[in-house]
Each structure stands twice: as structure tokens, then as C-alpha cells.
């Protein structure tokens, strides 16, 4: 699994700023439904945001989100407010995110 730095943490917050969140997490809080969910989607859009939402009964730490990272064999970016953000980098032709990311750790490891 790989390790994110502040800075790359920070970019991938940075590019999932404008997505919606795909994925939310209710009353019933987190089952094997929603980790299928959470990985199946994040498998296709490479970044995603899940919403916890107000009558959810989960109170959400840091733990728990690499939980579900393990769960859906992605990486825990960060979470903001009742938003939690997930990466799994996509090394296809049709990837998006991943070159980007790539691109941005190459620059920051040539300083």
C-alpha cells in the first residue's frame, strides 16, 4: 500500500475538491454493502468522496478509514467535515487521476 506524504494527500484533496460524493454511508452505518460500493466505484473513477451522513450512527476516525482503504484496496486520503476521500491509483489508458498524480510525485521527488 502506499504511503501518502502531506503534499500528495494535499493534491489529491486539491483534484477531489469539485467531485460529488458517490457513496453515503446512513443509519446503517458501515456494511459489507457499502465497502462493495465504495470499492466497485473507486475502482472505475480512481477518486472518489463518501458522505457520512447526519442520522448515521458511525463516529469516524482515522483507524476506521483505513479500514475501509484495506476493505476496498484503496488508500485513505482524508477526511473533511462528514467527507471522506478515497484514492486507488488506475494504471490504464483511461486513467485519469493516476498520470496526474505520477506526474506531481515525480516533481516533488526531482527537489
Known sequence: MIQLSS??????????HNL???????KDGIDENVINSIAEVVKKRELIKVKI?????????????????????????????NILIFFKPKHKKDAKITPEFDKFRKSKSKK
Do not use: C, H, W, Y
Not at 494527500?9 to 483534484?15: I, S
Open 7 to 16: 503534499k500528495e494527500r494535499a493534491f489529491l484533496r486539491k483534484l477531489a
Open 53 to 81: 451522513l447526519q442520522n448515521s450512527s458511525v463516529k469516524f476516525d482515522r483507524e476506521m478509514g483505513d479500514e475501509i482503504a484495506r476493505g476496498t484496496k484503496s488508500i485513505f486520503v482524508d477526511k473533511i467535515g
Open 20 to 26: 460529488d460524493p458517490i457513496v453515503r454511508i446512513g
